[in-house]
Every structure is written in structure tokens, then in C-alpha cells.
């Protein structure tokens, strides 16, 4: 059974449509819904926005599902850091995630880097057997680093330098978050976003949320009728 990790409730509606609801709990911030498509269930979880939420949600998910977990896809929408790649309203499979907002430079470190059961990491590698399901599912969807961090990201100076540092195309606020917990948990990990703003963020996403949530939300859908 596959878990989908939806921070906001634009991305969590985007995604059960057309979908029998089994069962709907909430724990505290975090809403975890049992759900069926096409007689396939699955699990999905609103996270609530940032870092600290997705990871409370991911690992609740864990602590209910974990015997049945095959695999935790974080879903929903991002901004553009290179709009050539990643223009309004196209699909990114991440190929690895971080967190941009990691810093410990100042001791030497190279940003992003983050401490985890295996020593210190930049990337999180995302799994190869969902990625192909997803790219499939997308049609035309790019494979590129994603990264994240507790910031709605609308300078276009930082994005360049987002762009630069993490070779990334996207940037959004809970997926490298995520990735930490299942990998510390041995689940494997993906995340599909679709771009709602671009290069003038702060009015652009309020205009393309929806649209851009509603893809994902098909994509979505369309990776679960692949299995």
C-alpha cells in the first residue's frame, strides 16, 4: 500500500477525486485518510505546511502502516527555480531532495547537509522503481533535484542561488523532511510537485495553485492504476 503525503488541503482534495473514502482520522494537525481507486488502496496523509509538520505526519503514517507501507510519495506543488526546465504547471519528479535551509557552513560543512542513521547526508536519493511509475504516469514529466525548506521562496536572487548550490529545478516546504524520516525508517521514497509559481511567485501561486494541484493529484492517480 502506497502513502501519499499531501501538505495542504487544495493538494489533499486534488487527490481523492474520484476516490471511495474508507476511513478519515485526524491526529492533531495531521489528517490520514484510507482511501480506494480502482480497487487499489492507499493511504493518504495531510501534513500541514513546513518541515516540522511533514515529518510528524510521515512518521505517524509509519508508526500505522508500517508492516503495509510499500512505498511514501510526498505530492503537491512547488516553485520554479529554472523556468526553462520547470516551467508554470509541469510536472517534477525529484531525483533527490535536501534542504536548503540546512546550514552549518560556518563549521565547514557544505550546505544541506543534515545528520541521519547512516552518517551526514545532502541527498536524499529518491527510488528508482517508483520514479518510473511516476515519470510514466506524468506523460511529460521532468527528473530533477527538488529541494525544500521552512520558506515561501519569492527572491528571485536566492532562487538563483537555490538553483546553483543544489543543481535544483524546484524548491518547495516539506518533501526533503519526508525523505529524512522514511529513510531513517528504510521505506522507500519519492516526490512528484507541479510547478504553481514561477518568476513572480508572490502573485503567481495564489492565481495556479488549484490548476497545478489538480495534476498532481492526476498523476497521482495514474501511478497507483500503474501497479
Known sequence: MYVFITPMPLEKESLLLNTKIIEEKAYGITEITLAEYEGKKFVLVKSGIGKVNAAMATQKAIDLFEEEIEGIIVVGVAGSLNKEKAP?????????????DCDTTAIGDPY??????????????????????????????????????????????????????????????????????????????????????????????????????LKAGEIARSFLSSF
Open 88 to 100: 508554470l504547471f509541469q510536472a517534477v519528479i525529484a531525483k533527490n531532495v535536501a534542504s536548503h
Open 112 to 213: 544541506g547537509l543534515v545528520q541521519t542513521k547512516d552518517g551526514n547526508l545532502i541527498y536524499f536519493k529518491t527510488s528508482e522503481l517508483m520514479n518510473k511509475h511516476l515519470l510514466e504516469a506524468s506523460k511529460d514529466g521532468v527528473f530533477e533535484n527538488i529541494i525544500s525548506g521552512d520558506q515561501f521562496v519569492a527572491d528571485n536572487e536566492k532562487k538563483k542561488w537555490m538553483k546553483e548550490t543544489f543543481q535544483a529545478v524546484a524548491v518547495e516546504m516539506e518533501s526533503s523532511a519526508a525523505a529524512m524520516v522514511a529513510y531513517n525508517a528504510g521505506i522507500p521514497f519519492a516526490c512528484l510537485r507541479t510547478i504553481s509559481d514561477a518568476e513572480n511567485s508572490a502573485d503567481e501561486y495564489p492565481v495556479n495553485a488549484k490548476r497545478a494541484a
